[in-house]
């Protein structure tokens, strides 16, 4: 028999018995312990929450990105690996990963406008001649991002970063799923971001299988 009281004592119970879990194996610290470095870090850095497909590693991620929401607000992002097209050529993958990481930031900025005439003016945002918060720069980065033709990497990942440069304050860009990809592709798509995780502006913390990415550096 079920009642809508007893599915409210159920998942109260179930929440009980995770926080008395959490504290029987003492993670909570360790998240507390992370979120200080994280305030306190400088830029760029990458860190990678390590574990098996079994152990659960990207639940220790989410718990990370709720003690984080509210210090960071709109500059607290998430990004999910299998959502990344699969295929191609590493600078082919640098391409999509960096038009996906903009349209990130653009949608939180609330910067998407798309206007491709303003492409032109690439470079001056770039060179930092057009500010990103400006109305022309908003047009710049939106129509970018969908721009149809073939764009350099080196491009993605200076307007990414100066993306982050406009922001002013540090971005913390959650990177989840690498663990149910196959070990290959994991380690491909890793390649292809190393650029955007030296961008100063941006902590990225990666939830991965150590003995996976081995695997995949292998293959």
């Known amino acids: 028999l079920s009642s809508p009281e007893t599915e409210i004592l159920s998942e109260r119970t179930e929440e009980t018995l995770a926080s008395f879990q959490q504290d029987d194996l003492g993670i909570a610290k360790y998240i507390e312990g992370i979120s200080r470095f994280i305030s306190n870090c400088t830029t760029p850095m990458t860190i990678a929450f390590q574990g098996n497909r079994v152990s659960g590693g990207n639940s220790m991620l989410k718990m990370l990105f709720d003690r984080l929401r509210t210090s ?49 003016n690439l470079a001056a945002f770039v060179s930092g001649t057009v500010a990103g918060d400006s109305s022309i720069g908003k047009d710049v980065v939106g129509g970018f991002l969908n721009r149809n033709s073939a764009d350099s990497p080196e491009e993605l990942v200076k307007c990414f970063s100066k993306q982050l440069e406009e922001r002013g304050e540090k971005v913390v860009l959650f990177v989840d799923g690498l663990n149910q990809l196959p070990s290959r592709r994991a380690v491909e798509l890793l390649d292809a971001a190393r650029d955007f995780f030296g961008c100063r502006g941006c902590v990225f913390i990666i939830a991965a299988d150590y003995a996976d990415i081995l695997s995949g550096a292998r293959e």
């Open 72 to 120: 960071y607000g709109n500059n607290l992002l998430w990004l999910n690996a299998r959502q990344l097209p699969q295929g191609g050529s590493v600078e082919d993958q640098t391409v999509l990963i960096g038009k996906k990481l903009l349209s990130l930031l653009a949608n939180e900025n609330g910067s998407a406008k798309q206007t491709e005439a303003l492409l032109t």
